[in-house]
């Protein structure tokens, strides 16, 4: 080797694969969520409850349905305050503020009626 100067080769642009573009809903275009909701056996809940004005009547009511039912999986709290929270999540931006401040109350009396305040 006499003195040369050494060239190093840098590897061709390496292109990434291309994503497969994904449907935001399934071929019939409905939503899963609204298979959960229509569908669902977690619990029987009355009909119109979370349009109901009164934090404290939502929760009784999905105390009663959650004790009552026998298909629950988790422990009555849990599977109330979950379906609270699927309710809420699910409705987004959609919910008028006075109807979340209404729910998110209720959320503080499921608390309170199974003896959960933190």
Do not use: C, H
């Not at 988790?74 to 401040?101: H, V």
């Amino acid at each position: 080797m006499t003195g040369g100067t050494v060239f190093l080769q840098m590897p061709e642009k390496i292109m990434a694969r291309p994503r497969p573009k994904r449907n935001k809903r399934n071929k019939r275009g409905r939503k899963w969520s609204a298979k959960v909701t229509g569908t669902s056996n977690a619990l029987d809940l009355k009909q119109d409850i979370f349009k109901a004005g009164d934090p404290a009547a939502i929760a009784r009511s999905l105390k009663r349905s959650a004790t009552r039912s026998r298909r629950r999986k988790g422990t009555p709290y849990r599977s109330a305050m979950s379906m609270l929270n699927f309710y809420i999540n699910r409705a987004g931006a959609n919910l008028p503020a006075e109807r979340k401040k209404t729910l998110e109350a209720a959320k503080d009396e499921l608390r309170k009626v199974f003896g959960r305040t933190s």
